[in-house]
Each structure stands twice: as C-alpha cells, then as structure tokens.
C-alpha cells in the first residue's frame, strides 16, 4: 500500500532553535500534502494544505511566518519551525494523497522545546 | 461547514467481546468515509473507506462499517476484538471535490482481559 515517510520521529532542541521535518511519499506521487497537529489525548489540527510547486494554504490562525511549508517536488514537504518555543512542542503529522488517493497519514514527529 | 462527531471519548471493551464505535457526520452533501486507526507515539492508519458502491464496507484487521446516508452515520464494527485493537480511532469525512479531511475528535477503544 501506499507509504509516507516521516523523519525525524523524535526531536528535542533548544529554545530559539529552528527545526526542520521532513515528509516523503514513497510509492506515489502526491500532489497534495496536508501537516496536522495533535495534542495529548486530541483529534488532529489541520495547520495547512499544500500543492506541489505552489504556496501553502494556511489555516486560520496559524501563523505562516512561524511554520514554513515547502513542497517542492511530488514526493517531499518539508515544515520548519522557526524559531521553536516550548509551547511549539506537540506532535506533527503529515499526509500526502494523490489525484485519487485517500488520504496516507506519516508515523508523525515528537517535537520537544526546552 | 462539514462536521464529524464520535458520540463516544472513550469505550472499554473485554477480550473477544464485539464493538461499535460511532461516528456521524453533518453535511448530506455527497461524501467520502473513512475510519483511521493510531497506535501510541505513531501516525493515523487507515482502516477502510466509503467512496462508492455498496454500503458496507469492509477493512482491515476484521473491522468493518456502515455508511447509512439517512442517518448521515458511519460506525465501525468489529465482532471479536483484540488486546491489539487498543488504540485511538478517527473517523473522517471529506465532501467530494474537497481536499480537506474533517476528523471526529477520536474514540480511544481500550481491551480488557
């Protein structure tokens, strides 16, 4: 079946610090990849929505500046945190769909601030 | 706009006994289905989708749901659960011609011994 990878799994870094995550489909070309986020014991947070070789779309109320989308190619996006700050910490998820895929879903990455 | 409701935060279960975990959604508008599944420290799963056809649908690791476009509901069902069915499940809908998965706010399904 379909494969998202998602890497890194588990990052720990220092305040002020900015993280890069990385999302690749590996068996499929996705033209649309989304990146969520969960807190403990909640449903996921749809951040934003991007196309292969355009801009993300953000959400309302997530700031565009502090999580940076890029997808650049049909089978990566990667999400920088700028500038983490320890209410940043969360679990990521991304997923990637085809033309006519349902949605695959990444193991998600463990974000930790100090 | 389209939204989802998982009627149960949480359900015990025992051992091999069967179970339901329920999900509606609000929109009538043509839909898609879809039940996921996710372990602890890890990414959604897919268990199965409703996209056409007939109304049962079955998925993997023996559940299986019914889309009921009357009653706008999507449950999940399982005859004989698993201690390995403990988990968080997410039902999902996306109107047809969207892109955006609207999610319930999880049912965390734990199995007793």
């Known amino acids: 079946g379909a494969v998202v990878s998602q890497h890194p799994s588990w990052v720990i870094c220092k305040s002020g610090t900015s993280v890069k995550i990385e999302c690749r489909s590996l068996d499929f070309q996705a033209t649309t990849m989304f990146w969520y986020r969960q807190f403990p014991k909640q449903s996921l947070m749809l951040m934003a929505t991007s196309n292969e070789g355009s801009k993300a779309t953000y959400e309302q109320g997530v700031e565009k500046d502090k999580f940076l989308i890029n997808h650049a190619s049909l089978t990566l996006s990667t999400l920088t945190v700028t500038s983490a700050h320890p209410e940043d910490s969360s679990f990521y998820i991304c997923s990637a769909r085809g033309p006519i895929q349902p949605q695959h879903f990444g193991d998600g990455t463990r974000l930790s601030i100090l | 706009a389209q939204s989802v409701t998982q009627l149960d935060s949480q359900v015990p279960v025992f051992e091999e006994a069967p179970v339901e975990l329920r999900c509606n959604y609000s929109?009538?508008?043509?839909?898609?289905l879809f039940w996921y599944v996710q372990y602890p420290n890890q990414g959604l799963q897919l268990l199965l989708k409703y996209l056409s056809g007939s109304t049962l649908v079955k998925g993997i690791n023996g559940f299986e749901a019914e889309f009921n476009k009357s009653q706008t509901s999507f449950h999940l069902r399982k005859p004989s659960v698993h201690i390995s069915d403990t988990a968080e499940y997410f039902c999902?809908?996306?109107?047809?011609?969207?892109?955006?998965?609207?999610f319930g706010q999880g049912t965390r399904l734990t199995i007793n011994p």
């Open positions: 929109s009538s508008v043509s839909v898609y």
């Open positions: 999902a809908v996306v109107d047809q011609g969207a892109q955006k998965l609207v």
